[in-house]
């Protein structure tokens, strides 16, 4: 028998127990767990390889019978021949087939039939006079098996590959579970799994019953599981594409199959060339054309219905859905599980053949009358976002491309005519339906509106494309009839409810706000922005500039059409909506404005309640006639005079600035002229304004504030004001503060509001110092300070105008004094009528300068040199303070020793600062030398430094002098006497001076220290430098006072140094002096007496010796009131000093503080450095000093003393 010799051979051949069959084994065992990982796949290789057999055409009937422990597997068709017996015992078909090369077959890896290992370890196969099996527990394996080998369930692995080894079985072997049909081919499995895995398979199998729409022979499925029977039937219409599907004889879906051979383009066969042969069969490489059908399920009222889950197959379901609603059958190249699409170019060319095919079909069905209506919802005109990329751009490419070519929608029209997917319109409005013959040319592009799913159309006709034409359709009848239609349509359309806009009154304005729809009573068309309800009067009132149009009134016999004009936009005529029509105007003219259209609006702005203007109303850029006949917003005008606006800017500033022309006061009433013109923005003050915030300030009405903007910018500051809302201070019309008239005005307004500016300015600086990423060092500078600054504009005492920057500040002023500050510029205070006295702290925070240019110094300096008054010394110090205070930099001290300037040496006498020297110690004084430069009373020594490196005067220290003298011996008289001066003079400051305590005990304390030493030749030898000597009168040296006993009046030198040294004030410098010119002390006592000083509170002892002396002065001063006719008592009391305003010589020597006598000195105030006695008649001066004026012959001749001190 030929059948079992072949069998025979075959096992020999693959039964061999060598190192291959363990591999071939392993192998096998591998690929069947991998690729058949899901028990249920064997059902679709069987069916596969089922109807792979049919031939001649005769349809394949398959069965399964499951039952106990066996799997029945059957169909009626090709039986197996000698290739197939080669096929099924070869592993992955290395011999070529017939299935390889044959287009009408489905498998061709050999692979598939190999799924049955994974239910079953023994497979009978009964085909014709083939009998035999593949069985996993055949005894020979166990036979040969060596003692070393690993066994798996009793059999030994990796031994033989006992999957493609045929065990030829008699069939008086075979169990005798069924009863085979000898006609059939068939198959009888021994499961290896569980009774509930092969149930689930063949329940599968039922519930999915389209897996057998694409197969090529089978119609019949017979499905017997334990006796309970279901038969699948596919019904093929032989005169049409219906395919039904029955199921126990019961219909179950119905198909509507379209198939199309598609002609392999030559690009894409030479690719399919490069392909290996596992991945592409032969019978595709050798291909002309492919076959591909559409599946299109039809419904029970026999309508297209969209699928949900629609697989792809390859003439079985793979598990791929992409989206479609529609099944797809094609030579897809799959993974070897037949599931997935593998990602190559043939895959590519058939998605792209797909989108083509896809619109020919649609076209095909938009003809069919059952179908053409739900073309659409089987539209799709893109694959869903989780498919692969390369097929989703395939399809797009052949889909795009037969939608330009292909028509396949049915029109509205006609439904037999078709129109491309881009050229059709779907109207979800129904307008064209309401108007037929409107609009021919769109209507013959409307899609049918009976279609199923029209959005899915590119062009959508809707309520939003409706409005952006509806005013041309409009416009084709102005008929009342024609017009109460179209806005009926369009009222119920967009507030119905079933429109987009839905009662959304933002909508409809959105959809038709500005469209000319309505019919006015003229029969004109007009847009709701214009349109307001009938109104009789405002055609006799209002100006045809406005352009105010009232609706036809048979409009509003509509019902519900007045309510819905109102929500579209039409108004009533109130003066709140003349006022926007107004400001409609003035937008949209504000480019070429006419002076007679302004005069027209402020006219009728006189005839309405303009207090309904807001105050950020559009009107307050209304163009308005400013008296120079130009044309200003109204924001930046101001009232004229006849106005009576709260301050009189006309009359203030004579140029134009804006003051709105005449021409509107002849047409309109005063006053209601003015309160319009306010209301429009029109300014009738120049206020202080404090509180704008920068990023609201007005570039263009604020003076020079582009300039200071940019100025902000270089500085890198204008983005942190902006953030921190700094606050400005400004004054409008700034730039004409060089007319004195608004000067005036100006710095008024800065004095009424002084501690507010102040506080605006401080928290503007403020804002900066507090700031650590900003630059501190340069600080920004206010507006206001910055507007002072930028142009000559503020009036100076001299007549000249300067910037304030170029002013000197108060504290300048009194650092110099009265003599000096007059020879700056400073600030003209008299302005008009009006006195100007801003405070220090303001005119600093203002921008003038607190510091003395080296420029100035310099001619202050050679001022004071030429000046041989005693007030030299106090010019000079008043001049290095301020030096001081300004800090030069290098080249500021540069520029000041480029010049001839001469300083005042320790003995009074000018010298060229390149020949001074100075003695860096507090403990040493010398005077009398013109080789030092002269240490002034209450300058430090550090003071002194910064004046010696301004000059570079060479600073010697006091280490490096060595002190010569001759001749020393203390003088222990001259000391008591001196104590006995400041003792005197101490007691005096004293009693003057209640807030001043202990100014003896501080005075003689210091005397206490002090020796007086008197010597000869005294001088200081440079010991660096023995050639250089300093000659000297008098030396304080720690307490040492050493003074030349030849140099004549080397007792005021004494007191010159010692008043250097305590820091005494003028006064009290003054009544030292004019003490120790007197020889005794009973001569001063009696000079105090005769200037009214109380001397009861001296030492005891001093009064009781001196007693006597106090009464005669006493009886002369009585004598002289009697003399002289009785003066005012107070001139002369002796209990208490005179502190009247018009006092005595004695009076006015009264101590003050010295910080306050500085304070006052320096100020415009300061009085005079004389002492006044006045008396009833005349006026007269002398010299305290002058020893040839008598008292007493000036007091006769009723004169004023004036008794000037000096330093002699």
Known sequence: MAEKQHIHTLFLQRCRNDANSTTLANTLEKDIQTVFNSPEKFIMELLQNADDAGYDGKPVDVRFRFYDGYLAFSHNGKHFDEYDIEAICDNAQQKLNDKKRNLNKTGFKGIGFKSVFVIADCTYIISNNYSFRFDRAYPEWNVNASNTDTYNDGNPLGRYPWQIIPIWTEPCDIPKILEFNPDDVNFLFRLRLNNDVIAYALNLLRNTPRTMLFLRNIYNILIDNHGCVTTISLRRNANSNHHDIYINNMLTSSWYVMGYNITIPKITSNQLQAMGSQECPEKLKNASSIDIKFAYNINLYDKLYPMENATLFCYLPTSVNCGLPF??????????????????????????????????????????????????????????????????????????????????????????????????????????????????????????????????????????????????????????????????????????????????????????????????????????????????????????????????????????????????????????????????????????????????????????????????????????????????????????????????????????????????????????????????GVQQKLALYLRVPFCEIDHDKIDYFQEYYQYLISTKQEEFIAVNQANIAYVPLMRYLSKESYAEYFFCQLMQHENALIENLKKFENLFVSDEHSDNSNNTTSYMAFMLSYTRCI???????????????????????????????????????????????????????????????????????????????????????????????????????????????????????????????????????????????????????????????????????????????????????????????????????????????????????????????????????????????????????????????????????????????????????????????????????????????????????????????????????????????????????????????????????RIQMELDASLESTFSKTFVIELKDEQSSFNLDSKDCQLNDLIKRKTVLSLNHHND
């Open 327 to 680: 099944l797809v059958n094609a030579d897809f190249l799959l993974s070897a599980d037949r599931m997935q699409l593998l990602p190559n170019v043939w895959n590519n060319f058939l998605f792209q053949s797909i989108g083509k095919l896809h619109i020919i079909s649609l076209a095909e069905l938009a003809v069919i009358p059952n179908y053409q209506l739900d073309v659409l919802s089987v539209f799709v005109r893109s694959l869903q976002p989780y498919t692969q990329q390369q097929f989703i751009n395939a399809y797009d490419n052949g889909i795009t491309a037969e939608m330009q070519n292909t028509p396949f929608i049915p029109t509205n029209t006609d439904h037999l005519r078709l129109l491309r997917y881009g050229e059709a319109i779907a109207d979800s409005t129904g307008f064209f339906k309401a108007f037929p013959g409107i609009d021919p040319a769109l209507e013959n592009r409307l899609a049918c509106y009976e279609l199923n799913s029209i959005d899915k159309l590119q062009h959508q006709f809707n309520l939003y494309e409706l409005a952006t034409i509806v005013e041309k359709y409009s416009s084709k009848s102005t008929s009342v009839q024609f017009q109460c239609k179209l806005l009926t349509f369009l009222m119920e359309r967009y507030v119905g409810p079933d429109s987009l806009a839905r009662a959304s009154i933002g909508n409809i304005q959105h959809c038709l706000s500005g469209k000319r729809i309505l019919l006015a009573a003229n029969y004109k068309l007009i847009s709701s922005d214009c349109a307001y309800f009938p109104s009789h009067k405002h055609n006799q009132i209002y100006p045809k500039f406005l352009n105010i149009e009232a609706i036809h009134p048979k409009l509003l016999q509509i019902d519900g059409l007045p309510t819905w004009l109102k929500m579209l936009g039409v108004k009533e005529l109130t003066d709140i909506n003349l006022i926007l029509e107004i400001e409609n105007v003035v937008k949209k003219r504000v480019e070429g404005f006419k002076a007679q259209l302004s005069i027209e609006i402020v006219t009728l702005l006189c005839n309405i309640d303009t207090s309904l203007i807001s105050e950020d109303s559009v009107l307050s850029y209304l163009p308005l006639i400013t008296k120079g006949n130009e044309l200003i917003a109204a924001k930046y005008c101001y009232l004229p005079s006849s106005l009576g606006p709260e301050v009189d800017i006309e009359n203030i500033i004579d140029d134009d600035v804006g003051i709105v022309a005449e021409k509107y006061c002849i047409l309109n009433r005063a006053e209601k002229l003015k309160k319009t013109l306010l209301d429009i």
């Open 795 to 1153: 009036l100076a005492e001299d007549g000249k105008l300067y910037k304030m920057s170029e002013l000197c500040s108060p504290a300048l002023r009194k650092r110099l004094g009265r003599r000096f500050a007059s020879l700056l510029p400073q600030m003209k205070c008299e302005l008009g009528q009006s006195v100007i006295k801003l405070s220090p702290e303001l005119m600093h925070l203002l921008g003038a300068r607190d510091t003395l240019s080296v420029k100035d110094a310099v001619k202050l300096l050679q001022i004071a040199a030429k000046d041989n008054t005693p007030k030299q010394q106090k010019y000079y110090k008043r001049i290095y303070l301020a030096m001081i205070k300004s800090r030069y930099n290098s080249d500021d001290e540069k520029q000041l020793r480029s010049h001839n300037v001469l300083l005042l040496a320790s003995d009074n006498s000018l010298q060229h600062f390149n020949s001074l020297y100075f003695i860096c110690d507090d403990n040493c004084d010398v005077t009398n030398s013109e080789k030092l430069i002269k240490s002034l009373p209450g300058l430090t020594t550090e003071a002194m430094m910064v004046i010696c490196r301004y000059f570079k005067i060479r600073k010697i220290r006091r280490t490096d002098l060595q002190v010569t003298y001759k001749n020393l011996q203390t003088n222990e008289g001259l000391k008591k006497d001196i104590v006995n001066l400041f003792k005197l003079t101490a007691s005096i400051e004293e009693e003057c001076e209640h807030d001043k305590l202990d100014t003896e005990s501080e005075w003689l304390n210091s005397l206490a220290k002090i020796d007086f030493i008197a010597v000869k030749r005294l001088s200081l030898v440079y010991g660096l430098r023995p050639d250089i000597c300093f000659e000297t009168r008098v030396m304080l040296r720690d307490q040492q006072l050493l003074y030349d006993r030849d140099c004549p009046r080397f007792k005021r030198r004494l007191l010159e140094i010692l008043v250097n040294r305590f820091d005494m004030s003028i006064e009290a410098t003054t009544l030292l002096f004019e003490l120790a010119s007197m020889n005794t002390e009973a001569d001063r006592l009696d000079w105090l007496i005769e200037n009214g000083y109380d001397i009861s509170k001296l030492g005891n002892g001093l009064v009781d010796k001196l007693g006597n002396r106090a009464s005669s002065a006493k009886k002369r001063k009585s004598n002289y009131n009697n003399t002289t006719g009785g003066c005012d008592n107070n001139v002369f009391t002796h209990s208490t000093p005179l502190r009247s305003d018009v006092s005595c010589a004695t009076a006015a020597m009264i101590t003050k503080r």
